[in-house]
């Protein structure tokens, strides 16, 4: 099950089709684990739960990170290309999100935001507003997905999602 849910997660993720990643974690979530049990494992709250996976509503980058983690799965960042700075920065991002604080990782992005020639050209290529992407990183708090994908594009960069070493919960 896990294999097949990385494969289809990968795919969407490559695709940048947040419907897709919603519906292939929902499923799991709710017809595989149980939203009870899941909610206890991974720390996220039922409501919360049912809100991104039921209604589609877009999601947290830190809730995700929280289903991702208790499904037996990391997320991380790699280049599209082998240019040097792809690279770097995949690597940047990566050990952000491996540090496990959801603010370091959006600190991450607004620092490639602030080092942007052109930040209204960057964000057309992000297809977001100036102003939003500033908004979403000025204060506290974490990006919502959408906003990570779109960012993710823009940089030239992609997200996947690997198996852990040790799965929270398992036959998932």
């Known amino acids: ?37 899941f909610s206890k494992a991974s720390k996220v709250d039922r409501t919360t739960l049912y809100r991104a996976f039921r209604i589609k509503r877009d999601l947290s980058l830190e809730t995700l990170i929280k289903v991702l983690t208790a499904l037996g799965l ?17 690597r940047r991002f990566s050990k952000a999100l491996a540090s496990g604080d ?3 990782l959006a600190g991450a992005f607004a620092r490639s935001l602030r080092s942007q020639p052109n930040v ?4 057309e290529k992000a297809g977001r507003s100036r102003e939003a992407l500033y908004r979403t990183f000025a204060g506290p708090g974490t990006p919502r997905f959408s906003t990570v994908l779109c960012l993710v594009a823009a940089l030239e960069l992609q997200l996947v999602v690997a198996p852990m070493r040790h799965r929270t919960l398992r036959g998932v």
């Open 102 to 104: 959801p603010s370091q």
């Open 1 to 37: 099950m896990n294999d097949d849910l990385t494969q289809t997660l990968n795919k969407a993720l490559a695709a940048n089709d947040l419907h897709a990643i919603c519906d292939q974690l929902g499923a799991s979530i709710f017809e595989v684990t149980g939203v009870t049990i």
């Open 74 to 90: 990391r997320l991380t960042f790699v280049a599209k290309t082998e240019v040097p700075e792809s690279v770097a920065s995949a």
């Open 120 to 123: 209204t050209r960057f964000a």
